[in-house]
């Protein structure tokens, strides 16, 4: 009996200092890619701009939220396309991308298929290799890549997807009911439910402490990636979004970018907003948001066509009073990064092609139009060391082709830059757009002049 006793007493010893040490390698992992690479590599913020390996590090970027798609092996995949659309993005000076890490799946019509995650805890790993690989590729043009964690509009799942699992009811589409404030507000809801945060750290950690399958690289030790982003336009709610509502959102803001710090300290974090016009135009918002020492620096985007200022019908009779706007919006921005004292990106701009059309034949006249009034009014305070630190144009559609008639993506459809809430072809620059390519490579050159 004192044996059989002993026995036990030993193997219960055994199984305890085993436990042990497997929670110790993991804590020592978590250490050990916290020590990471040398500071110098990754992109940093040095007062009102970003530095990399000790030199200005201006963005002259583009949106690719499809790019880790075509890096997986499965039959969304196509690395031969990836490389392809790597190297003329660098041809064409570009040296960042904004790319969506994590999609959710959904079952309505204007979600991208497959997702990273199919419920809880469940991942598409090959969908991960494909973030990977991307990274890989990346690294060996000297690029660098914005990861965005989550999504406030539906066409990746998103926020409003995680709230259909916490309590099971269907997510709605607000392509069909056109009941956007009830959508947003549903979105919004995420920020609020303990099991939609509990669950969403759980993915973000599942992110960031993944170790590359293709370079074995960390991706904490990993300067390829310059930022972590909360999410793809996070807002605090609808248009009718009240003080608490706002003051829950800035909460959010803190709370889950102090945790991705603890993940994470090398590698810079930012929220993803729009602006103003995510805030529901509430300047102070604004500033509470990107105001926390975890938030390193500021993003807003700009859609005025989206945004009423102008008619697509009718660009030539709306068009000095919307960019008007659009100029003050652009202007307005930088002067608040300056009194937070944080580097801003313009992370988020498009237009139409001629006449609202989709169809990759028409003219890009107005939105060449767009795109160089828009570099014009950058340029001078990017020379003047104010708090601009560069763009990403939306979106890059490349090689990518729709023979649809009704120009709506379909799951085996061409990954592009227009997402499948849009018409393909609506904001997107193809390969073939000569003129609107012309208009962004010169201004990279312009940006890469400071770069050194």
């Not at 990861?147 to 926020?159: I, V």
């Not at 034949?361 to 939105?367: M, Q």
């Amino acid at each position: 009996m004192k044996k059989i006793k002993y026995m036990r007493l030993w193997a219960t010893l055994l199984t305890f200092c085993l436990s042990s040490a497997v929670i110790a390698a993991d804590q020592k992992n978590v250490v050990d890619q916290k020590k990471a690479a040398p500071q110098q590599d990754f992109v940093k913020v040095n007062g009102t701009r970003f530095e990399k390996s000790g030199k200005p590090y201006y963005i002259a970027g583009t949106n690719m939220w499809y790019a880790s798609y075509l890096g997986a092996t499965t039959k969304v995949g196509n690395r031969t396309r990836l490389a392809k659309e790597l190297d003329n993005l660098k041809a064409l000076g570009v040296n960042n991308l904004r790319v969506l890490a994590v999609s959710e799946k959904s079952d309505i019509n204007s979600v991208v298929k497959p997702a990273t995650t199919n419920g809880f805890g469940n991942y598409d790993e090959e969908l991960l290799k494909g973030l990977d690989y991307l990274l890989a590729e990346l690294a060996k043009r000297d690029m660098t890549v914005v990861l965005y964690l989550n999504n406030y509009w539906q066409w990746s799942g998103g926020m409003s997807q995680y709230m259909s699992w916490v309590d099971g009811k269907p997510m709605q589409d607000p392509n069909v009911t056109k009941d956007w404030e009830g959508f947003m507000a549903r979105s919004a809801s995420f920020y609020q439910s303990e099991k939609a945060q509990e669950e969403f750290r759980k993915t973000v950690k599942k992110i960031i402490t993944r170790v590359n399958t293709v370079n074995g690289k960390a991706y904490t030790s990993d300067a390829t990636i310059m930022s972590w982003q909360l999410a793809n336009e996070p807002r605090p709610g609808n248009n009718s979004t009240t003080d608490k509502e706002k003051k829950i959102y800035v909460d959010w803001i803190n709370g889950i970018t102090a945790y991705i710090k603890e993940l994470d300290p090398h590698h810079l974090v930012s929220t993803g907003s729009e602006g103003l016009m995510g805030s529901v135009r509430d300047e102070k918002l604004f500033i509470d948001a990107h105001s926390g020492k975890h938030v390193d620096y500021l993003t807003y985007h700009m859609w005025i066509r989206n945004w009423g200022w102008i008619d697509k019908t009718n660009f030539a009779g709306t068009w000095d009073a919307g960019w008007a706007k659009g100029k003050e919006y652009l202007t307005s921005h930088i002067a608040i990064a300056k009194i937070i004292g944080k580097p801003i990106v313009l992370e988020e701009f498009g237009l139409d092609r001629d006449g609202g059309a989709y169809d990759i034949k028409s003219a890009t006249k107005v939105r060449d139009q767009f795109y160089t009034q828009v570099f014009e009014v950058l340029w001078t305070p990017m020379q003047q060391g104010e708090p601009i630190a560069g763009y990403n144009f939306w979106a890059w559609n490349g090689s990518a082709r729709t023979a649809r008639p009704n120009y709506w993506w379909q799951e085996g459809d061409d990954l592009m830059g227009d997402p499948p809430q849009e018409e393909q072809g609506m904001y997107g620059i193809y390969d073939s757009d000569a003129s609107t390519i012309a208009i962004i490579k010169a201004f990279n050159t312009k940006i890469q002049s400071l770069n050194k």
